[in-house]
């Protein structure tokens, strides 16, 4: 495991509720095609080459914390990596991932076979080790998985949706093999992130990108028993567990009694709004507009001043975007923004206990 340096470990204080010297911050999708470094390594390989071996895995980890300044370092891969694994073709294609043949009947649910993450991701776990002893402690380092709605979601509909027509049919018109597949993902998430933290990382994020696609009512019923049995079973490992979605304004309050640790938000609600309904006992990550990220130096200044002023002084608070950086945002303002966060947050040093 890595030192106990406070400064390595701003973030994970940070989501204990415990005091540190500015406002920790990270941001999903650190590593992407809005960096030169990211894009000249995606000329020799493809996308899954790259997830599927461990030193550029790593590089590609620790090259964004370096150029970003971040105060946490994300595992390079995609929520898609595992399902490979449960014996589903994915392709990535230029209109996103391709799943085939989709996943939609009772037969191809139950085809569904759970694996050993050791066994069939070691590649993953060999890049978790490596990237740890590159970072040699300077800052914690995140795993995370998709959430089974979102991975039901490509599973289901084959790729991207809009509409998401087909996951709902299956999800309102035979809720029982729903359920099943729904049960059998949260049986693979918790086996995914659990081999993470036992490779070495310090908090897991589930993302559950396509949350804000169901009514309260219709995610209670059909999400959040599965998202509780999720962070129930990774309790005793004793690391952050961080819940993400978008468009989640709505369900606010059963993101709270999910068992997760955080709740990650967009951009679409207030973040003191946010805070107030998800009370003391939940940490908050959020939640800037990536599209700000474009503007001029002194409007975006304005921007994450705003953030964190909706923040609050109350501990328990990560900056992050509201979702990840996009294509084409220019490097030079992922890191002016990670360096006016620290300036604008900054207060004396604590002793962390």
């Known amino acids: 495991m890595p030192s106990a340096d406070p400064r390595a470990h701003r973030l994970l204080e940070a989501y204990r509720g415990r005091p540190t010297d500015c406002t920790p911050v990270w941001l999903m999708r650190q590593a992407g095609r809005y960096q030169a470094s990211y894009r000249a390594l995606r000329q020799r390989v493809s996308f899954f080459e790259l997830c599927r071996d461990p030193d550029l895995a790593a590089q590609v980890t620790v090259t964004a914390v370096e150029e970003l300044g971040v105060d946490a370092a994300i595992i390079f891969s995609d929520i898609l990596v595992p399902v490979v694994a449960l014996g589903v073709g994915v392709e990535l294609t230029e209109e996103g ?17 759970l694996f050993d993450p050791v066994e069939e991701l070691p590649f993953l776990l060999e890049a978790i080790r490596r990237t740890n002893r590159a970072l040699a402690g300077r800052v914690p380092l995140l795993g995370f998985a998709g959430a089974p709605l979102t991975l039901a979601s490509y599973l289901v509909e084959g790729g991207h949706s809009r509409n998401f027509i087909q996951l709902k049919r299956l999800l309102f018109g035979d809720p029982e093999s729903a359920h099943l597949l729904l049960d059998k993902l949260a049986t693979m998430v918790v086996r995914h992130l659990r081999a993470q933290v036992e490779a070495g990382c310090h908090a897991v994020q589930v993302f559950d990108t396509w949350a804000g696609i169901l009514a309260p009512d219709d995610y209670r019923e059909l ?41 990650g938000v967009d951009w679409r609600i207030d973040l003191a709004e946010a805070r107030r309904r998800l009370g003391p006992r939940i940490a908050v990550q959020g939640n800037l507009d990536p599209c700000c990220l474009w503007l001029e130096e002194p409007a975006l200044e304005r921007r994450i001043r705003h953030v964190l002023e909706q923040a609050g002084p109350t501990p328990g608070y990560a900056f992050n975007l509201g979702h990840g950086v996009l294509p084409g945002t220019p490097p030079e303002r992922v890191r002016f923004l990670v360096d006016t966060v620290h300036r604008l947050s900054a207060r004396p040093s604590q002793t962390t206990r």
């Open 223 to 263: 999400c959040l028993p599965h998202l509780q049995r999720i962070f129930a079973e990774l309790e005793p490992l004793n690391v952050p567990r961080i819940l993400f979605g978008t468009t989640t304004g709505s369900l606010l309050e059963l993101l709270r009694d999910s068992g997760a640790d955080v709740i």
């Open 97 to 113: 991932p391709r799943i085939a043949p989709p996943v939609r009947d009772r037969a191809a649910i139950e085809a569904l076979r």
